[in-house]
């Protein structure tokens, strides 16, 4: 049976909606950036069609993404995690962002929650472990939650915490951060969920590690990671 196009009832190319949710989600662009951006290359187009296209088919791409790189880590080894939370406001409230992040920097999973006692703890880990499997060693920094949870699980041997041991997972913050500022925050639970969950996804796919690999292999794999993403959802 052929699959249906997602692509079926809009006029507009998916070419087009595939550049204009990658510029949104990627790069830390508002949406009448994305507009004016689309505008220079003779597309006319709202900021508030570039809404609903992120909307709609930002969650397709990520799960597309998702599905492609779980199939290609089953051949390795769950060897090291590194697990995190960071506060952020919606509407003024405090809610807690929770972060995997294994041994490469690549992001397994984030977790949006209103507080960050046991029971949230116990619920991300549940929810990673359950995608990915169990790790051979955690490292996390010392929030009890953390160690509750784990006793819970029944790997708490399998717990690190150290001062600079959890630096990976505190650097994948940073283009969260860098995002939520020109987005101007967030207003509801939800739509952060959503958010975090396909940006992690689009991060992952477009991040390189530039400053591990030569130049040539760099270029390489850019082409490779933009002509998958241009085939994403395709019929």
Not at 74 to 85: G, T
Request: charged content about 30%; glycine content about 4%.
């Amino acid at each position: 049976m052929t699959k249906r196009s997602p692509f079926r009832y809009f006029k507009t190319s998916p070419e087009i909606i595939r550049l204009a949710v990658m510029l949104y989600v990627r790069f830390p662009l508002s949406l009448r950036n994305v507009e004016d951006l689309l505008h220079e290359r003779g597309i006319d187009v709202s900021h508030e069609t570039v809404r609903f296209w992120w909307n709609r088919f930002g969650p397709m791409f990520a799960s597309e993404i998702r599905r492609k790189r779980a199939c290609r880590m089953r051949c390795y080894s769950n060897w090291r995690w590194h697990l995190d939370e960071v506060f952020v406001k919606i509407n003024g409230e405090r809610h807690y962002l929770w972060r995997a992040v294994d041994h490469e920097g690549e992001v397994l999973e984030s977790y949006v929650t209103k507080r960050r006692d046991r029971t949230a703890a116990l619920k991300f880990l549940k929810k990673v472990m359950k995608r990915y499997g169990p790790p051979e060693v955690i490292v996390t920094d010392k929030l009890r939650s953390y160690g509750a949870a784990m006793k819970v699980i029944g790997n708490i041997a399998r717990q690190e915490t150290g001062r600079w041991k959890n630096n990976r997972a505190e650097n994948s913050h940073l283009p969260f951060r860098r995002r939520e500022r020109a987005m101007h925050r967030f207003r509801r639970m939800r739509s952060l969920q959503k958010f975090v969950s396909v940006h992690a996804s689009v991060f992952n796919h477009f991040n390189q590690e530039r400053s591990l690999s030569q130049r040539d292999h760099f270029k390489m794999n850019r082409t490779a990671a933009l002509a998958e993403w241009r085939g994403l959802c395709a019929a």
